[in-house]
């Protein structure tokens, strides 16, 4: 497979798959959905931008505590901020996706480069790169994901320099001095855990010297050599640290504190986000410790975990009898480290993880190579026994291969998310794990309303940030709404995802508002409504009650419900107006209604615990709001009656 013929052939062919995705990354790059982390970072983008611009001056970025937005250095965010503003560019996110684009298309470079540089064979390259292609997690990402897609390749990249440095010394040369420098860089200017490069090299040079020794002794010995392999530590360090540093303001208020205060932070996040996890609702820093391990083990391709098994097992084998090259088990032991360790580390420290793998794609490229590999010496392994047999494990493989690919072709902008056949695909995910948390199925009713509008002055609500949308229509007025307390904002169409809701409610059925003219589906799951408000009682029910007018307000809240007998919100308000005219038993009949339709719902709890707390009876508000904390320990209402509560029974 070596011979000149076999290399020539194997590197065309990475090119021309290069050159092929590179197209359709450009293709696909203006059809790509906007994801409510766009809507976060690329205001704070523009924000640091004008700090530069500035001087200084303008410390918004600076000041960021409800999002801790400054402690990402965000440099690609920041890029197509500058860009946008120098260029004068309208469509900004067009922008955005054009740049995710050319970054996963570096992640595949260096991805192909690596497993090259680790099998010698340009075939494994060009598979590998495939291989991340299809793999929906990853490439359904690729455009608006502009923190963990860039990440992993700037770690991609520092992998592969870092085996090139391994494989000059002792006379490495300073192109691959500074491009490892520069990959260290650009990975920590995304996000701090890029300083792990730099363990991983010293790491590997320690290594390297304890399994050479005389290598070491060679070095030392020779004085130029050893004078220039000092001098490119020292350009490694100080361009890979301070260079990583230039574009990200809160960085550069202390260089050497507030760097490594940002790692401390991102190590862990604060932030608790609800998820659905194996049918329950939690925040996500109520999750298991198994939860990275079990999305990994339910998102990945069949390929992949396929061929890493295969891998191990011949990885093992090999090392326990030793016949397998030092050099070569060096390389591949690196790779493997690279994802055993970061996998291993986030377990061991308990990170605030959530939304999947996405926080840990750059686990997924070192994994995809060993696969590879491994699936390639299992098929020469069968060859050279029984070459019809090789047949068969090649279809087999190939056909696990491009398994997801149907699934991104007819999902597309929504390809990202996908769970393999080992849990029964997407159809029985859907109510069991947490689904489309990038709200990438709102492109689609987002358009749709906007030709329902037909130049109509509209007020459109959505449960998602994702506004920009409707930034060009000035007929449009955007309306932020949460999704089950929609009655209580005024609109004309929404568009709704059906995203972080209870899994009780999607389960059963119980979430389909009133008045719905499409609902948008992926792999047979609804993921987004689009809603025309038949008539505005609800809405004009709940104002009512908050004016005063209990009894109109009652009378239309009642009238709501016939129309909408799924709207738990409304027997909030209704058991709330209830109660305030006295009638009790009313208020008892509104809450049992609701708690039909989402026995989970928080108000409902605390609407309860309010009422049995103003009559005195502290005993039982205690309990109300006891198993109020047990379904939502993050409630602050809650906790802030159950501390009036505590203080009357004491």
């Given amino acids: 497979m070596n011979s000149p013929i076999h290399i020539l052939t194997g590197k065309s062919a990475f090119w021309a798959l290069m050159l092929l995705l590179a197209v359709a990354l450009a293709?696909?790059?203006?059809?790509?959905?906007?994801?409510?982390?766009?809507?976060?970072?690329?205001?704070?983008?523009?924000?640091?931008?004008?700090?530069?611009?500035?001087?200084?001056?303008?410390?918004?970025?600076?000041?960021?505590?409800?999002?801790?937005?400054?402690?990402?250095?965000?440099?690609?965010?920041?890029?197509?901020?500058?860009?946008?503003?120098?260029?004068?560019?309208?469509?900004?996110?067009?922008?955005?996706?054009?740049?995710?684009?050319?970054?996963?298309?570096?992640?595949?470079?260096?991805?192909?480069?690596?497993?090259?540089r680790i099998s010698e064979n340009w075939s494994v390259a060009v598979v590998s790169v495939l291989a991340l292609v299809f793999m929906p997690r990853l490439f359904g990402q690729a455009f608006g994901n502009l923190k963990d897609i860039p990440f992993a390749a700037g770690y991609m990249a520092g992998l592969y320099f870092i085996i090139r440095f391994l494989e000059e010394l002792p006379r490495v040369s300073w192109k691959t001095t500074v491009l490892l420098g520069l990959a260290i860089a650009f990975t920590v200017s995304v996000r701090a855990g890029g300083f792990i490069l730099f363990a991983y090299l010293g790491l590997s040079i320690i290594l390297y010297?304890?399994?050479?020794?005389?290598?070491?002794?060679?070095?030392?010995?020779?004085?130029?050599?050893?004078?220039?392999?000092?001098?490119?530590?020292?350009?490694?360090?100080?361009?890979?640290?301070?260079?990583?540093l230039l574009f990200w303001p809160y960085a550069l208020q202390n260089v050497f504190v507030h760097p490594v205060e940002s790692l401390r932070v991102m190590e862990h996040y604060k932030v608790s986000i609800r998820q659905i996890f194996e049918g329950e609702q939690l925040w996500s820093t109520q999750l298991p410790w198994y939860y990275l391990p079990k999305w990994l083990l339910i998102s990945t391709p069949l390929f992949v975990l396929g061929g890493i098994i295969v891998y191990l097992w011949q990885f093992v084998k090999q090392i326990f009898f030793k016949d397998k090259a030092l050099h070569q088990a060096l390389k591949e032991g690196f790779v493997l480290f690279a994802f055993v360790f970061p996998f291993f580390y986030v377990l061991a420290i308990g990170a605030n993880l959530y939304s999947g793998v996405r926080q840990m794609l750059f686990i997924l490229p070192p994994v995809t190579i060993l696969a590879v590999i491994g699936i390639s010496r299992l098929i020469k392994m069968v060859e050279k026994s029984n070459r019809k047999m090789s047949y068969a494990v090649y279809a087999f493989f190939f056909v696990l291969l491009v398994l997801p690919l149907k699934h991104q072709a007819v999902t597309f902008p929504v390809d990202y998310i996908y769970f393999n056949p080992l849990i029964g695909g997407n159809k029985n995910a859907w109510g069991e794990y947490?689904?489309?948390?990038?709200?990438?199925?709102?492109?689609?009713?987002?358009?749709?309303?906007?030709?329902?509008?037909?130049?109509?002055?509209?007020?459109?609500a959505m449960n998602c940030n994702l506004s920009n949308y409707f930034e060009r229509h000035s007929n449009i007025k955007y309306q932020y709404t949460r999704f089950l307390e929609r009655s209580s904002n005024d609109w004309d169409y929404a568009v709704f995802g059906v995203n972080y809701l209870h899994p009780f409610l999607l389960k059963n059925n119980n979430w389909t508002p009133s008045g719905v003219i499409k609902t948008y589906y992926h792999c047979g799951n609804p993921v987004a409504v689009l809603v025309k408000r038949p008539e505005k009682t609800d809405f004009q029910g709940i104002s009512e009650i908050k004016n005063g007018n209990l009894q109109h307000g009652t009378a239309l809240l009642e009238m709501a419900i016939k129309q909408e007998p799924n709207n738990v919100w409304l027997f909030v308000n209704l058991a709330k107006a209830k109660l305030a005219m006295g009638d009790v038993p009313g208020f008892e009949t509104a809450l049992n209604e609701g708690r039909k339709i989402h026995p989970y719902f928080e108000p409902l709890f605390l609407v309860k615990a309010t009422y049995l707390y103003s009559i005195g009876d502290y005993s039982k508000s205690f309990a109300e709001l006891t198993k109020l904390l047990a379904i939502n320990p993050r409630y602050l209402p809650a906790k802030r009656l159950l501390d009036d509560v505590k203080s009357k029974m004491n």
């Fill in 434 to 460: 947490e689904y489309d948390y990038y709200f990438h199925a709102v492109k689609s009713p987002a358009e749709d309303v906007i030709d329902m509008a037909n130049g109509e002055n509209v007020i459109v």
């Fill in 209 to 244: 010297f304890v399994l050479k020794p005389f290598c070491l002794k060679q070095i030392v010995s020779t004085r130029p050599v050893f004078v220039r392999l000092l001098g490119q530590g020292a350009a490694i360090l100080l361009i890979g640290y301070f260079a990583g």
């Fill in 27 to 116: 293709v696909l790059a203006p059809h790509a959905a906007v994801n409510v982390d766009e809507q976060l970072h690329y205001p704070h983008a523009k924000k640091v931008v004008n700090w530069y611009f500035s001087l200084g001056a303008d410390e918004s970025c600076l000041n960021t505590p409800n999002t801790n937005l400054k402690y990402y250095g965000q440099s690609v965010d920041n890029l197509t901020a500058l860009i946008n503003r120098a260029f004068r560019i309208e469509n900004e996110f067009l922008t955005r996706h054009f740049a995710g684009a050319f970054f996963f298309w570096l992640l595949l470079l260096f991805s192909g480069f690596l497993a090259h």
